[in-house]
């Protein structure tokens, strides 16, 4: 099976802006979560979405949205861009349901910088 | 709210030596517990997970846990470090399935010849 992949791998982007990052979950996988991983603040939960419905969210402002497509794969978007945004951010897929535990795969991640 | 907590943000051995990395979790209910390696430039890769069952756990590369209710700790574990050993390691709890895990701030093992 194909792994989790992300895109663009690397973005460079100016504060104000906004920026779309792309994830694409392991076949059959229908849970896709998001994370911020900075050095200071580690790696931070976003949001999950599972079956096209966002299950989970972290402590993230309104900046920071996302949405899953009927094929599992998965957008987030940052709006309005700050300094502080750049990181890398990781995406990871998983079966996703609740019966039983499945593990996460993660992706590459997204390497984002604010200017 | 849960916690990870990973004592020592740096671990230095040496090649050959026993590695052990701390992970203490705040709850009073066993969580889903999980270890996970990060090598530079790179996503997470899966070492090992406790769900339910034993209690020591053996993942990839060598590496073990052992989940200890009592102390609410799950420290990992390899008898023998090796070069390609080196990276960030991270302990992370779910209460439910892994797509919200809480995440420790990670421990950086470096492995001298």
């Known amino acids: 099976k194909a792994g989790v992949t992300q895109t663009p791998r690397y973005l460079i982007k100016t504060r104000g802006q906004q920026v779309t990052l792309s994830c694409s979950p392991i076949?059959?996988?229908?849970?896709v979560s998001w994370y911020q991983q900075t050095p200071g603040q580690g790696l931070q939960f976003l949001f999950e979405y599972f079956s096209e419905t966002q299950r989970n969210k972290g402590n993230f402002p309104g900046r920071f949205s996302g949405r899953q497509f009927s094929n599992s794969r998965s957008e987030m978007n940052v709006s309005t861009l700050e300094l502080g945004d750049s990181a890398l951010y990781l995406c990871a897929s998983s079966v996703g349901t609740q019966e039983i535990l499945s593990e996460q795969y993660f992706g590459p991640g997204t390497r984002l910088t604010v200017t | 709210a849960q916690s990870v907590t990973q004592l020592g943000s740096h671990v230095s051995v040496s090649e050959g030596a026993l590695v052990l990395l701390r992970c203490n979790y705040s709850s009073s209910v066993p969580p889903y517990l999980f270890w996970y390696v990060q090598y530079p430039n790179q996503g997470l890769q899966l070492l090992l997970k406790y769900t339910t069952g034993a209690t020591l756990v053996k993942g990839i590369n060598g590496f073990e846990a052992e989940f200890k209710k009592s102390e609410t700790s799950f420290h990992l574990t390899k008898p023998s470090a090796h070069m390609s050993d080196a990276a960030e390691y991270f302990c992370?709890?779910?209460?439910?399935?892994?797509?919200?895990?809480?995440f420790g701030d990670g421990t950086t093992l470096t492995v001298k010849p």
């Open positions: 076949s059959g996988h229908r849970s």
């Open positions: 992370a709890v779910s209460y439910t399935n892994a797509g919200k895990s809480t």
